[in-house]
């Protein structure tokens, strides 16, 4: 009988440890350290579940001082009103060490996803150089934008994204797309927009708009959000009159439906507002 009440009560034991292993578990206190030379970045953040974070703070020191210290939630200088909270759609905040500043210097990027299709991905750089330079960035949810979009292209690591204000305007965001737009960080430390520099890419961003839908879609058959995008495109490449044709085109035909928008006379003035407003068109 001893015996037995033991087993009993290991096995009791055993029952407990595995509920509270399988229930709600507190908020962690998470550590991310990344090195680039004589400098040291370290990441802080709580985890709440695995969508919530919060505290999100940033550490750099130089030969052991302390050069750069950012709350991130606290002094967040965007204009959503986010609060101090993201709910990472592809995880938590990531750090990572990139080759993105002049002349390809390294640089501390830190990515922070807080949702929804306008809104946001934020990233805040700390470029380590002989001085260490600080810039942050908003990109759209619809710029497509995320860490692996930066790209080695002719010797410069850029970043590789898209026009968002062109998401949800002239359809709705399902059918909505955007123009390619490409970065990089000058020798101000500031971000350059070099899209125009590279017609290549804007030719493919370009060509993959028209044929968006399958192996059979063409230009002709596309709808007015994807339109608007590759109208963005041709202007970039300067060929504008490409654009005024085809719009003019479906205008004729009544090419979208209601979830990819059709071409209208109103949408149309609208596109080309907009267009000279954003520097597409003078």
């Known amino acids: 009988m001893k015996g037995r009440s033991l087993l009993v009560v290991v096995n009791l034991g055993l029952l407990l440890a595995g509920s509270a292993s399988g229930g709600h578990v507190g908020p962690k206190l ?4 990344k090195r680039s030379g004589s400098y040291t970045a370290t990441l802080t953040y709580t985890r709440h579940s695995r969508y ?13 001082r302390v050069v750069l210290s950012r709350k991130i939630c606290l002094l967040h200088p965007f204009s959503y009103g986010h609060s101090c909270q ?4 592809s995880g938590p905040p990531l750090l990572s060490v990139q080759r993105v500043g002049p002349n390809n210097t390294s640089a ?3 990515n922070l996803w807080n949702g929804g299709n306008h809104c946001c991905t934020d990233t805040f750089i700390a470029v380590a150089g ?3 330079a600080w810039l942050t960035r908003e990109w759209s949810g619809a710029d497509g934008w995320s860490g692996a979009r930066i790209r080695r292209i002719r010797g410069r690591n850029l970043f ?7 998401f949800c305007e002239y359809s709705s965001c399902a059918g909505a797309a955007v123009p390619i737009g490409i970065w990089k960080i000058d020798f101000a430390d500031r971000f350059e927009n070099v899209t125009r520099s590279y017609p290549r890419l804007i030719r493919q961003n370009a060509h993959e708009l028209a044929t968006e839908g399958g192996p059979r879609m063409t230009l002709r058959k596309q709808g007015a959000g994807v339109l608007a995008a590759w109208c963005g495109d041709e202007y970039l490449l300067g060929d504008g009159p490409r654009c005024s044709q085809t719009l003019k085109f479906a205008l004729t035909h009544h090419r979208g439906s209601l979830v990819a928008g059709r071409v209208t006379r109103g949408l149309i003035r609208t596109l080309n507002r907009d267009l000279r407003r954003w520097g597409y068109k003078s």
């Open 52 to 64: 919530e974070f919060s505290r999100v703070s940033l550490r750099i020191r130089r030969a052991g």
């Open 108 to 110: 501390f990027v830190l």
């Open 160 to 166: 590789v994204s898209g026009d968002g204000r062109f």
């Open 130 to 132: 002989r001085k260490l």
């Open 30 to 33: 998470v550590r991310v350290v």
């Open 86 to 89: 993201w709910g990472p759609v």
